[in-house]
């Protein structure tokens, strides 16, 4: 007969842990275990004929090769020995409260970088703004000065228009050229062989040209050359109105494209900034004694209305296919090379409207090429090309990390300001219309801004709720294995 204080071995794949409980251990020990006490020892093995401390010492001897040969691939679970995994050091609840607190710190890392990329953002975004205002509002000046019967009286616009696109081209073909990192990642071509660069630049896939270069060049086009010829249709304010519905426009296609997502609070903001700015640019042109009905229609014709309608939704589709090639396409990937690519069918395309609307000839026989000279006049043309260059890059750089709706928003609140510093500095007369729809523009325009900040905090929020699923996950992981260990413990 074996004494009633044998020692108890449950057998692992890697080690045999004893425990001896002898007459001398027990009298030195500060712990007694009796036969109702939980075990100093706990094994996960699922043997069905595994002993445990308070069944018969026989019944264990009996079983004890078959606990050994059949236990599972699993360490024994000490709570006595700090490096078990259920020690008092190494639970697993402390490690699930381990792993939350990490996850928690990685988290809140998360949210401040999330929160300093949204920071660095808003101040780029700012800054091309304000540089858009600058180029915007010095071709403004320069082509008032170009086009205005006070200045040089060329009335070329559109052709003007197209000497500046190929200007827009010869100026990224050189920067390319210089700066290898900006070409597109479809180039592979790296080096400074001039023709080699020109080849692989200019012989590109022919369906990406028609499918993706085409459309937005023909668009941007059109709605340039249109609005030009529309503006001598119809009178300025009517004008101005009518084409604030590009604003819309541009919204339907971000939706369309899913480059906006859909929001009431939006569509909201941007009918209200229409109808705002219908308001505040609301000025009725005096009527003259010899001035009839007939008149004031032919003034503002149903075709001219029709043309700035058009050119409307030319420009809704313009800035979303810019902004689909400067996110989605290899070889558009940064704005000077979607300038390269788009500039030069931009400028064929302006050159054929301003030939059918202006004329070649009153073109070539105007006055300013006796006055200033052939050299001189194309300097003067060269000038807003330049200009154009970097207002068009400020905006590509703006549509790269902002939504699309932000550049014609950033274009109506230009259109606020020019309003205000008008009555400010030249004493433009602003009636109570006027002064209301400045107000609700401002208004609107704030608003914009709170849901875009609002916007980017819940999307960095579904951001960071998505990292916690996991974590989700790993608590009824780790509550069940708690259980499971509990259980076990009070059989």
Not at 151 to 164: A, E, M, Q
Not at 213 to 226: F, K, Q, R, T, Y
Not at 227 to 256: D, E, H, P, Q, R
């Amino acid at each position: 007969m074996t004494s009633s204080h044998s020692t108890l071995s449950i057998n692992t794949n890697t080690t045999t842990n004893s425990i001896t409980n002898s007459n001398n251990n027990n009298n030195n020990s500060n712990f007694k275990p009796n036969h109702k006490a939980k075990s100093s020892s706990i094994s996960t093995s699922t043997n069905p004929n595994q002993s445990f401390p308070h069944q018969s010492n026989q019944h264990h001897q009996s079983n004890s090769d078959s606990i050994s040969s059949t236990a599972v691939q699993t360490p024994t679970y000490s709570l006595n020995n700090n490096n078990s995994p259920i020690s008092p050091l190494n639970t697993p609840i402390n490690t699930f409260f381990n792993n939350k607190m990490q996850d928690d710190e990685d988290n809140q890392e998360k949210e401040v970088e999330e929160k300093g990329n949204y920071k660095n953002q808003t101040i780029q975004a700012t800054l091309y703004i304000l540089g858009w205002y600058f180029f915007s509002l010095s071709i403004s000046l320069y082509n008032k000065w170009m086009f205005g019967s006070l200045g040089l009286n060329f009335k070329f616009p559109i052709l003007v228009t197209s000497f500046h696109q190929l200007c827009l081209f010869l100026l990224s073909f050189v920067i390319l050229f210089v700066n290898s990192s900006l070409r597109p990642l479809k180039n592979s071509y790296k080096g400074g062989n001039f023709f080699k660069f020109s080849k692989t630049m200019l012989f590109v896939d022919f369906k990406f040209i028609l499918v993706n270069i085409l459309p937005c060049s023909v668009a941007s086009a059109g709605d340039i050359g249109l609005s030009n010829f529309a503006i001598s249709l119809i009178s300025l304010s009517l004008y101005t109105m009518l084409k604030t519905s590009s604003l819309i426009f541009v919204l339907i296609f971000g939706l369309i494209f899913k480059l906006e997502k859909f929001n009431w609070r939006l569509i909201i903001i941007v009918l209200v900034m229409c109808g705002s700015v219908i308001m505040m640019v609301d000025k009725p042109e005096p009527l003259k004694e010899d001035d009839s009905v007939e008149l004031i229609e032919e003034k503002n014709s149903k075709f001219g209305i029709i043309l700035v309608i058009f050119a409307s939704l030319l420009s809704g589709l313009r800035w979303s296919f810019t902004q689909i090639l400067l996110k989605k396409n290899p070889y558009t990937s940064n704005p000077i090379s979607t300038i390269f690519y788009i500039s030069p069918i931009m400028s064929i395309v302006l050159f054929v409207l301003g030939l059918i609307i202006e004329g070649w000839g009153p073109f070539i026989e105007s006055n300013i090429w006796e006055k200033f000279g052939i050299f001189k006049s194309i300097i003067l043309l060269i000038i807003p090309g330049i200009l154009a260059f970097f207002m068009t890059l400020c905006e590509f750089k703006l549509l790269k990390i902002a939504q699309i709706i932000t550049l014609s928003i950033a274009g109506i609140f230009k259109e606020l300001l020019t309003i205000i510093l008008s009555f400010l500095i030249f004493g433009d007369k602003l009636n109570f219309i006027n002064i209301l729809g400045l107000i609700i523009t401002f208004s609107d325009i704030l608003w914009y801004n709170y849901y875009r900040y609002k916007q980017n905090e819940v999307e960095g929020y579904e951001k960071l709720s998505s990292g916690e699923s996991d974590l989700n996950d790993g608590v009824e992981y780790v509550k069940l294995n708690d259980l499971e260990i509990n259980e076990y413990n009070r059989s």
